[in-house]
């Protein structure tokens, strides 16, 4: 295998994937939780983004194909499944960190169980999201790159991001309630533009098809 080629599909898909971004997030979201605990979510999402990813690049664009769905049309989903997720942290400032529950009369409480975000949305689709999704697909249509060496690069980056998780795990311990709530906010104004983007990429590129 030519490790220079490989490289060749670790860089882009690294950009894409971006990890360094999702850190912020991954602590305030687990401010609460114990750095076992943590390291146990991120190898959940980074387990949960790499089979998804892989499934795209041996599997999606013959499944695209076969629902008649464009890729435009993935950018644009995935955008508003982020942009839900960031609305909720900006408005309110809180993060999902435990589940609601419901008695009888139908008044809400607060359940303390734990929220558990490995697999939405940290491993998607903050890891494996549009971007990262169709890069994969488009990789694996590019003949200067196998579909296993897709694959390799995938986890290479995932192992990559699982790494920089467990790194930065034991930092959610010195955020206080304050500091958490206000990261919270900036991460919610943040996921809200990445979404927006995500969205208007979508429509741009549905846009370009109909004068084509």
């Known amino acids: 295998m030519d490790l220079g080629t490989l490289v060749l599909a670790i860089i882009p898909l690294l950009v894409v994937v971006d990890p360094p971004a999702s850190i912020a997030f991954f602590l305030t979201l687990g401010s609460e939780r114990s750095t076992t605990s943590l390291r146990k979510i991120a190898f959940r999402a980074c387990a949960f983004a790499t089979m998804v990813l892989l499934f795209f690049a041996f599997s999606g664009e013959a499944l695209l194909t076969y629902m008649h769905v464009e890729m435009y049309s993935l950018q644009a989903a995935g955008g508003l499944l982020l942009g839900l997720i960031g609305v909720s942290m900006l408005k309110e400032g809180e993060k999902p960190s435990y589940e609601p529950a419901f008695i009888p009369s139908g008044e809400q409480f607060v359940h303390e169980t734990p929220?558990?975000?490995?697999?939405?949305?940290?491993?998607?689709?903050?890891?494996?999201?549009p971007g990262s999704i169709s890069l994969v697909i488009l990789l694996g249509t590019n003949p200067e790159f196998s579909t296993n060496m897709v694959a390799m690069a995938t986890i290479a980056v995932m192992a990559l991001s699982l790494l920089m998780f467990i790194l930065v795990s034991s930092m959610s311990n010195f955020l206080s309630d304050n500091v958490?709530?206000?990261?919270?906010?900036?991460?919610?104004?943040?996921?809200?533009?990445?979404?927006a983007q995500y969205l208007f990429d979508g429509l741009a590129v549905w846009h370009a098809t109909?004068?084509?």
């Open 210 to 212: 109909l004068g084509a």
């Open 180 to 195: 958490v709530r206000i990261i919270t906010r900036i991460m919610g104004l943040l996921t809200v533009v990445i979404a």
């Open 115 to 129: 929220v558990d975000f490995s697999l939405v949305p940290l491993g998607m689709p903050m890891l494996a999201g």
